[in-house]
């Protein structure tokens, strides 16, 4: 079986294996392009640094648990 490089898959891709898999690799992937870019915009709109981070991880966890949805 070969393995799928996650580097070079769209987010529509991802979303799609991830839907399919479950695999946390996958999810990962998706958190790692994104985290940044979201945390610095709600850093940006609170102005807190703590009150961003728990906005960005409040995030990624209700669209781990709806991904499904999309």
């Not at 479950?22 to 709600?42: Q, S, T």
Request: glycine share 2%.
């Amino acid at each position: 079986m070969k393995a799928v490089n996650l580097k070079n898959q769209s987010i529509e891709a991802l979303v799609a294996h991830f839907q399919v898999k479950k695999d946390n690799a996958i999810f990962g992937e998706i958190y790692n392009r994104y985290y940044n870019n979201l945390f610095a915009y709600c850093q940006k709109i609170t102005g807190n640094r703590e009150d961003a981070y728990d906005i960005t991880t409040d995030t990624f966890i209700r669209a781990a648990e709806r991904i499904h949805q999309l």
